[in-house]
């Protein structure tokens, strides 16, 4: 039987969670609709095998604090583990156990509504004493469904780690399929931003849904040439796209370029072209006809 399900892992700065996601994820990001925005910014990236799809979810507030503890108190950031079916608290097994770490555990205490596993990392550092004591010492705070030490740095104890994750994800199908998911992360969020000024300046008028198709990307050191189409049902919303005498396509280039910039870091050549194309979201194959199989990325 299929398992699949949303993963989530907590942990202060510098315990190591992108080391550990960058050992078991290809990076891949999702494409959402735009109305699931949110999901898009907390998969964290996506593990797919024959047997599980594990769904690993950013916990904004906590994994990037701007000010250390006081951002990993952030009264808000627990609240994006509400509905994920497993929660991993990291903790790097060299420090000691801080009024971060208890203040965490109360909040799991009263708000966690699935299995909780702590995974004690960078157990290299440690010798076998040293990690039975802070086996001892954990335990003592929270009933973990299990403690796993693990090196993500060295990859020790991350089969179990994920034969662990499998057994105890529930049933269900690919939550992402493959041609839902992309390699090119930043072209993706990229061809999100012209998304975001289309909604925005047309007061909605456009369908969330519009396709954004890169047709042509070109990038060095310092500049980004994209080339991408707009695609949308009917020809009366070409013609709010494009505005008076352009106008409307003009302030959508223009903001998306910006906020591109920004991100990038790199100067953004953009053109944009809408072109009309009846019913391409009733066609069976429609993902891959607008770029979204990551194959057609380049
Ligand atoms: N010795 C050892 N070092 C590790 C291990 N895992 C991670 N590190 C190191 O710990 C440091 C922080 O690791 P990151 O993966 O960046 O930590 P993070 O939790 O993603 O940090 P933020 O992005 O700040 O939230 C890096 O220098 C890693 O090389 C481990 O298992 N053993």
């Not at 456009?206 to 070109?218: F, G, K, L, S």
């Not at 903001?255 to 066609?283: I, T």
């Amino acid at each position: 039987m299929y398992k699949s399900g949303f993963i989530s892992i907590i942990g202060r700065p510098n315990v190591g969670k992108s080391t550990l996601l960058n050992h078991i994820l290809k990076t891949k990001l999702v494409i959402t609709s735009p109305t699931a925005q949110t999901t898009r910014n907390t998969v964290q990236g996506i593990y797919t095998d024959e047997e599980a799809q594990m769904i690993f979810l950013d916990t904004p507030g906590i994994h990037k604090p701007q000010d250390g503890l006081g951002s990993f108190m952030n009264a808000t950031a627990l609240g994006s583990i509400a509905g994920t079916d497993i929660i991993l608290l990291m903790e790097a097994a060299d420090e000691r156990i801080g009024k971060g770490d208890r203040f965490i555990v109360e909040r799991l205490k009263s708000e966690a509504e699935c299995p909780v596993y702590l995974l004690l990392n960078k157990s290299d550092l440690l010798t076998k004493d040293e990690m039975l004591a802070k086996l001892t010492q954990w335990s003592a705070l929270y009933p973990f469904k299990e403690i796993i030490p693990i090196s993500a740095l060295n990859g020790d104890n991350l089969d179990d780690l994920m034969a662990t994750l499998k057994s105890d994800l529930p049933e269900g199908d690919q939550i992402y399929p493959e041609e839902m998911i992309t390699d090119h992360p930043e072209q993706f969020i990229l061809s999100e931003f012209i998304r975001e000024k289309i909604l925005y300046f047309t007061h909605d008028e456009i369908p969330h849904d519009v396709a954004i198709v890169i047709q042509q990307w070109e990038e060095d050191d310092d500049h980004i040439h994209i080339m991408a189409d707009i695609v949308v049902n009917r020809k009366s919303q070409k013609g709010i796209l494009i505005g008076k005498q352009g106008a409307m396509i003009k302030k959508i280039k223009q903001q998306a370029r910006r906020d591109m910039r920004r991100f990038s870091g790199k100067n953004v050549d953009l053109e944009l072209y809408v072109k009309v194309e009846k019913d391409w979201r009733n066609k069976q194959t429609y993902l891959k006809e607008f770029g979204y199989n990551s194959d057609d990325y380049s």
